[in-house]
């Protein structure tokens, strides 16, 4: 957990989403000195022993901290053999949590993306499929035991090229994903998101009607009022089965909330 975090949740707290803290200026402060440094070039850097090409407006998992935060809580769980980092920027989840054997796709709309993808798994020496893909329309009849997805987090406008990894207003985006993922997993396959206050609640929560699903890390950094959520959701029914798996409807929407 980084130093600026401060934990608040226990692990499956039955509180999520209620610490719904409101954006505040000093998140919208946060954000623009974020966008700022992601349109510089940017240099290559090292995380956790993995030196990453970073082009300018691909996300740096060095400067926001959902990437470091997603791995850090995925790292110790069973993930299968076909995995896919979906919104893969630079790659850094999909190499983090790469295992011998494992079959990795790594998707992202982002032509730079995709290159620093490319790059840093060429250097990190990991073979692994790089897909241009809008969410899962490049993925079309694929199957995953196990989908990472750390998606643009802020309900707001996209003003700059950066913002497309930061962004998504009204939780389009967002709203898609829940609704399609149950078309990509394997039976039993699970998928592990990042979700944070900066996102659009109600899609979010429309969304997770449809998963089981439970809260395995949480964070709040005061310094930017912005709280994660690192999420793992298995769809209620898999559309390419009959399962059914079992239903815990674990929160309802309040009248205000809808
Ligand atoms: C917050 S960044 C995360 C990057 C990387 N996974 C990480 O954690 O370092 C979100 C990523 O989602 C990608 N993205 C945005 N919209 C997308 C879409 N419609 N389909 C696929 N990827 C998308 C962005 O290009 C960006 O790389």
Aim: glycine fraction near 6%; charge should be negative.
């Amino acid at each position: 957990m980084h130093e600026n975090s401060k934990e608040i949740d226990a692990v499956g707290s039955p509180d999520f989403p209620a610490p719904w803290i409101k954006p505040s200026a000093k998140t919208f402060s946060s954000h623009a000195q974020h966008v700022a440094c992601l349109a510089k070039p940017q240099p290559v850097a090292s995380i956790n022993g993995i030196t990453l090409f970073l082009p300018p407006n691909v996300y740096h998992p060095g400067v926001g901290l959902s990437s470091s935060f997603l791995v850090e809580a995925v790292s110790n769980k069973l993930l299968g053999a076909s995995v896919l980092d979906l919104g893969c920027g630079s790659g850094y989840v999909g190499i983090s949590l790469y295992r011998p054997g494992m079959e990795l796709t790594l998707a992202d709309i982002s032509d730079a993306a995709l290159a620093s993808a490319a790059e840093n798994l060429h250097r990190m020496k990991i073979t692994a499929e790089v897909v241009s893909s809008d969410l899962f329309s490049g993925l079309q009849g694929r199957l995953f035991d196990t989908i990472f997805f750390n998606p643009p987090l802020f309900d707001k406008a996209i003003d700059h090229e950066a913002e497309i990894a930061l962004c998504d207003p009204d939780g389009e985006l967002l709203g898609r994903f829940l609704a399609d993922v149950p078309d990509y997993l394997n039976p039993d396959g699970k998928v592990y998101f990042m979700a944070s206050n900066l996102m659009n609640r109600r899609v979010l929560l429309h969304g997770l009607k449809e998963y089981q699903y439970e809260i395995v890390s949480s964070s709040h950094c005061a310094q930017s009022d912005v709280s994660r959520w690192v999420v793992c959701a298995s769809p209620i029914r898999c559309k390419k089965t009959t399962g059914i798996a079992h239903h815990v409807n674990i929160y309802e929407l309040s009248d205000e909330e809808m």
